[in-house]
């Protein structure tokens, strides 16, 4: 729940359209709490009654799913005269199946609680509208009394004197607002009260803002399983795209290379089989050395290929495995890790793989796209989890959205996705000229501990 627009001041409150917004909004709701409760009602009743029952219950669902509806116009009421902006509820699905179906439908959450808040504002809506009419009447009545004073009908006091206005009697006291001096001190009283109507009016609409934000909005969990499956959808596609990359190199490289090192070995064979001429062997010689060397040309390929698939620094922690990172970058990389990161254990491995990757891919991006001298990475372990911070020193404009406005994803969108799945969380600061600065924070989970080997100097 966001609010549009600030709240006005005491002052300019009276005044302020948001106010006046806000009592147009008191003014609808009452208008439609009788109709909205009624329908809270007939679907309670309705789903009680018919549960004995298996095709009525599909009445019922439909009430239930027309709540989502009721919830929607409850929105848009919200975002145009409160000025709130609600996120809609994440959208039913379509379950298979007879029961399922069936369950989808009676059982919708963001329907039910669109049908609770029909039920819990109808009340609130009665007393929000009396008290702020009341105000708003008695203080503009107040204020014009002196006008309209004149054509109320005689009044006869205690003492037999006659006057007109507004009178309070008490016994044989009394007082009657029917000199200038005292209507003077209504229009007075009435702009205190006209002032003071906002405030008796907030509280009313802060509550209807509250429930709206806690009943018609998404609930966490729902946010949450929806992220999950569209994190989860994005690291499928990147593992795919990963293996199909893989398969690529294998099937282009390493293996095009095996087969030209086994044809050079059959040619070679066949050049010793064929007799002892001297030259014979000198090519079958060459050939045999060709082939030597292009197998071990493979096996570095092969080694590349896997250490995209888990780096072997790993094994020794994710300090060796990022230092190491850094001295193999093509531009000056100062890694500064922390020691309390490993100091209470390994990180889960899920955790130290995406560290790595984040750490690799972003360094990749400062090689390609930043035109940096340098790059700094920083990884510290924290109350609120790992946090790894990269930064360079290039010409900065870096986004996770292309900027364009053609909502192209970019390389970082990658990024944000993998480190979501882990309910980590990616800052980009990246302004035209730079610095690029991205930090990663990631959750601590943690595996026993077990020795860490570093490779000695």
Do not use: C
């Amino acid at each position: 729940m966001t609010a549009l627009t600030p709240a006005p001041g005491f002052l300019e409150a009276p005044f302020a359209r948001r106010t006046w917004r806000a009592y147009g909004f008191l003014w609808v709701a009452l208008l439609l709490a009788p109709f909205a409760f009624a329908y809270a009602v007939l679907t309670t009743v309705l789903t009680v009654g018919l549960t004995v029952t298996v095709v009525g219950l599909f009445v019922a669902g439909a009430l239930v799913l027309g709540g989502r509806g009721w919830g929607g116009a409850y929105r848009r009421l919200s975002r145009r005269l409160l000025s709130v902006e609600i996120a809609e509820p994440v959208p039913r699905r379509t379950r298979r199946g007879f029961w399922r179906r069936l369950g989808g439908t009676i059982g919708d959450g963001a329907g039910w609680r669109a049908i609770l808040y029909m039920a819990a504002t109808f009340p609130l809506a009665i007393v929000s509208f009396v008290v702020s009419t009341v105000f708003l009447a008695v203080a503009l009545g107040a204020m014009t009394h002196w006008v309209w004073s004149r054509f109320l009908p005689l009044q006869e006091a205690p003492d037999g004197t006659t006057h007109r206005g507004l009178s309070i009697v008490a016994g044989d006291w009394y007082w009657f607002a029917d000199s200038p001096a005292r209507h003077t001190l209504l229009v007075a009283a009435g702009l205190v009260l006209l002032f003071l109507w906002p405030l008796a009016q907030a509280p009313f609409v802060a509550l209807f803002r509250l429930l709206a934000g806690a009943l018609l909005g998404p609930t966490r969990a729902s946010v949450r399983v929806a992220e999950l499956e569209r994190t989860r959808a994005g690291v499928v596609e990147d593992a795919d795209d990963r293996l199909r990359r893989i398969e690529r190199d294998l099937h282009d490289g390493t293996q095009a290379r095996l087969v030209a090192v086994a044809m050079q070995l059959g040619e070679a064979r066949d050049l010793l089989a064929a007799g002892n001429d001297a030259d014979d062997v000198a090519l079958a010689g060459n050939l045999v050395g060709t082939a030597h060397d292009s197998t071990k040309e493979a096996l570095a390929e092969l080694r590349e290929i896997a250490r995209g698939i888990h780096p072997p620094a790993l094994d020794s922690g994710l300090a060796v495995a990022l230092e190491t990172l850094g001295a193999r970058a093509p531009v000056p990389v100062t890694v500064d890790v922390d020691p309390v990161v490993e100091a209470g254990g390994r990180l889960a491995p899920a955790v130290e793989s995406i560290a790595y990757y984040t750490v690799a891919e972003l360094l990749t991006n400062v090689v390609k796209h930043a035109d940096a001298s340098g790059a700094y990475v920083l990884v510290q372990r924290t109350a609120d989890g790992l946090r790894v911070r990269v930064r360079d020193d290039g010409r900065g404009g870096a986004a996770v959205v292309a900027p364009d406005g053609s909502g192209h994803r970019t390389g970082l969108a990658g990024l944000v996705d993998r480190v979501r799945a882990v309910d980590g969380t990616l800052d980009l600061s990246s302004p035209a000229g730079g610095p690029t600065v991205v930090t990663v924070l990631l959750p601590t989970q943690t595996r026993p501990a077990t020795p860490v080997t570093r490779p000695r100097p």
